[in-house]
């Protein structure tokens, strides 16, 4: 069965670095997303990417994050300088078509990632 | 906007017992519903959806039905196993986004 995959799984990375978090999407999937859950807390949306280009992002996606499908597998998230209050599991997701059909986002597993 | 609310947590059952868990929405147009589980450990996995009103969906002796009534999307089961015990996300999917709500805490004691 096709799946969703994320590397790395868990990341450690020291406050003002850059990390990118890595996704391979479902391969005739359309529509890419991230969410993250910080610990504890309820999974909140980041931004969904269609044709290239980011198609709605939230309040939490700001200068600091991009997105970017380099080479039509992959989808990736950059985070450009690491504050410790973006620990959290992240969350890359796809989807076939978009919403109002009969379709449904699929998860990858998460990658954690540990800001110290 | 949209707004997914679920009931609080954690919840803790016996084997073999009842299950509801509360999940009421607030959205425009037609959204479609989901649950979502979070074993320990993992991702989220799609447990069961309803794409329209009065749908029912079910999987694994989970089932949950659309009620556009009562904006509600209740997760029940009739008896519940020791590997239920995970965390269990309500969510809608309007323009693009899934919404979830806070998520649920179940643990099942043998």
């Known amino acids: 069965e096709p799946e969703v995959t994320q590397t790395p799984s868990h990341q450690v990375t020291q406050m003002g670095q850059e990390v990118i978090l890595r996704c391979v999407p479902i391969?005739?999937?359309?529509?890419f997303y991230w969410y993250r859950q910080i610990l504890g807390q309820k999974v909140e949306f980041l931004v969904s990417?269609?044709?290239?280009?980011?198609?709605?992002k939230s309040e939490i996606f700001d200068d600091q994050f991009s997105v970017e499908r380099p080479d039509g597998s992959n989808f990736t998230l950059k985070i450009r300088s690491t504050k410790l209050e973006d620990s959290a599991m992240y969350f890359c997701?796809?989807?076939?078509?978009?919403?109002?059909?009969?379709?449904?986002?699929?998860f990858g597993q998460g990658t954690r990632l540990t800001v110290v | 906007g949209n707004s997914v609310t679920q009931m609080e947590g954690p919840v803790t059952l016996s084997e073999e017992a009842f299950l509801t868990i509360n999940c009421t929405y607030t959205?425009?147009?037609?959204?479609?519903l989901f649950w979502y589980v979070q074993y320990p450990g993992e991702g989220l996995q799609l447990l069961l959806k309803?794409?329209?009103?009065?749908d029912k969906g079910s999987n694994k002796g989970f089932e949950a039905t659309y009620r556009k009534e009562t904006t509600s999307f209740h997760l029940e089961k009739g008896s519940v196993q020791v590997s239920d015990s995970a965390v269990y996300f309500c969510?809608?999917?309007?323009?693009?986004?899934?919404?979830f709500g806070q998520g649920t805490r179940l643990t099942i004691n043998p």
């Open positions: 990417f269609y044709n290239n280009e980011i198609s709605e």
């Open positions: 969510a809608l999917r309007g323009a693009q986004k899934l919404v």
């Open positions: 997701a796809s989807s076939l078509r978009q919403a109002y059909s009969n379709t449904e986002a699929f």
């Open positions: 309803a794409t329209k009103a009065d």
């Open positions: 959205a425009t147009g037609y959204p479609s």
């Open positions: 391969s005739n999937h359309l529509y």
